[in-house]
């Protein structure tokens, strides 16, 4: 059986081969599996992709706005779903937004 993160790594892998459909099912199963907030940020954040791709950018912006609200996130997971949210508020066209999205994000990740 694969762990949360193995199914994320998978998921992500086919939103980058424009295999959604088959990223959401990877990603509900990581969902399912997750055991920590940190892992269903981030697993939330690439389904929030996957929402947006499918035409529903609102659904996008609330799986970003419920990982936000999950405890003890790190910078980087913080920051990456900030990124999400502004990649989303940029398809809308909503700009002066995803910019201050992506300048926190920017502020948040670590080097």
């Known amino acids: 059986m694969q762990s949360a993160e193995e199914l994320h790594q998978r998921g992500v892998q086919a939103i980058n081969a424009g295999r959604i459909a088959q990223a959401r099912r990877l990603l509900s ?14 697993i939330e954040s690439s389904l929030a992709y996957c929402a947006a791709e499918s035409g529903d950018r609102q659904a996008g912006l609330e799986f970003c706005a419920r ?3 999950r405890a003890g996130l790190t ?3 913080r920051g990456s779903v900030h990124g999400q ?10 700009t ?10 920017i502020a948040t990740i670590e080097d």
């Open 96 to 105: 002066a937004s995803a910019l201050a999205e992506f300048d926190v994000a």
């Open 85 to 94: 949210r502004g990649l989303l508020l940029m398809l809308e066209g909503q």
């Open 75 to 77: 910078p980087n997971t």
């Open 67 to 69: 990982a936000l609200t």
């Open 29 to 42: 199963a990581a969902a399912d599996r997750a055991e920590g907030d940190e892992t269903l940020a981030r």
